[in-house]
């Protein structure tokens, strides 16, 4: 079962306008914080709903998301 997995499948999920990493690197790289740091993000996407995001901070000092989701905004 495991060979019809491809390297697709781990690529995680993939940026957003909004994301930080949306249309390529994120434009600062962050030089205070070390490798695997988590960085997080939350806007509102096109449809008004808000997104968070997860990031971790890879040793070239790259952005990589590795969650993105959809979330309430409404307190019950």
């Known amino acids: 079962m495991l060979a019809a997995c491809s390297a697709a499948d ?6 957003i306008p909004g ?17 695997g740091s ?4 939350s ?3 096109s449809s008004g ?3 968070q995001e997860t990031y971790i901070l890879q040793p070239d000092r790259t952005l ?3 969650r ?3 979330v309430s905004d409404f307190v019950y």
Do not use: D, M
């Open 10 to 15: 781990n690529a995680g999920p993939t940026p």
């Open 19 to 35: 994301s930080l990493t949306y249309g390529g690197p994120a434009r600062s790289k962050l030089t205070k914080s070390p490798p």
């Open 38 to 41: 988590y960085v997080y993000n």
């Open 43 to 45: 806007f509102y996407n």
């Open 49 to 51: 709903q808000k997104v």
């Open 64 to 66: 990589k998301l590795t």
């Open 68 to 70: 993105q989701e959809v």
